[in-house]
């Protein structure tokens, strides 16, 4: 199990950035080659990527980086670059349809086997941006075993929806959150929502994360790095649930010492989702 | 690889560098490094700066760098891209660029 509150993106052009990211503590880290970096910058920022990923100060945040879509001039290169540097995840965005992933999928296998990398090493994951990613959902998250996670994209997928951002309950997202939530959770994957645009209203961005919280969504994707700590500490557990959680896992492994297959506490059954819920808030409150 | 052309990577903010690559007049490799902070580091920037020429098999050239401050691993890269822009390479040996 992985922890995935919070991914940051960050410019893959922006050498600053890049070099100092890692401080605020993201789970995961998303250099960005696609929209963040203009068509001239591409190759400059492609390289500097390929170093960020090499670097020691990363290792212990998940690497992922967002390549642009396979069927452009740049995205096989990010791709091999990407994968050759050692990149736990690859984001793919726009994706549309299984055949995406699928294709994404053949061309890491092909790369991890050409640079030594161990099969299967390099994860994937699915951005989607549009109305067909939406509707295409549950088959995207079960089109490769390297899929870990789903992200909606507002933005776009507004654009495609021919809506804008309302505020308050986002009635505008709440069918594709729950769409690409449902398809992540029925594929056992995790799922990210949709990055707030406005780094300046952070009355907004909670209001925002606490509606993905109250969803389920593991995190959201985040575009600087103020909303990290805020989001962290929505996530973290409170004092009673943290309690709740360790009565759990004590129960459980109390009942496995004794042979038996559920147990119940304070009344209710302890099964195995129980237990998995238990696990993550405690590891939500270990990071908090 | 030969340098072909004028070529530029990078920037002026603070953490990047700004990498001019131009080809050589008289067949030698002329390296000139600007940086504020060229008293405590010029030594080691200076030496990456070198060691990703000499991995790109670069004879000659002029290369003017000019660092604010980037790390290491940012010097490598912006010199990188201003040496295979220079040279206008598109297929990248990743083996030579680790």
Known sequence: MKLRRSMLFVPGDNAGMLSTSFVFKPDSVMFDLEDAVSPQ????ARLLVYQALRHPSYRDIERVVRVNELNTEYGMKDLEMAVRGGADIIRLPKTETAADI????RQVTRIEKECGRPSGQTRVMAAIESASGVVNAVSITRASPRMVAIALAGFDYLV???SERSGGSEPELFYARAAVL????AAGIDAFDVAYGDVNDMDGFMREVLIA????FNGKSLIHPRQIEPLHKAYAPTAKELAFAKRVIQAAEKAKREGLGVTSLDGKMVDPPV???AEMVIMRAEAA | MDIVRNAIAGTLESGDVLVKVSPSEDGTLTVHIESEVIKQFGRQIRSTVMETIKALSIGAATVVVSDKGALDCVIKARVQAGLLRGAGATDLNWKVLG
């Not at chain 1, 699928?102 to 999928?105: F, M, R, V």
Request: proline share 0%.
């Open chain 1, 213 to 216: 919280k109250n969803l389920g």
């Open chain 1, 102 to 105: 699928e294709l994404l999928d």
């Open chain 1, 160 to 162: 495609d929806m021919q």
């Open chain 1, 41 to 44: 910058e591409k190759d400059s």
């Open chain 1, 275 to 277: 237990i998995a819920h």
């Open chain 1, 182 to 185: 449902h398809a992540a959770r």
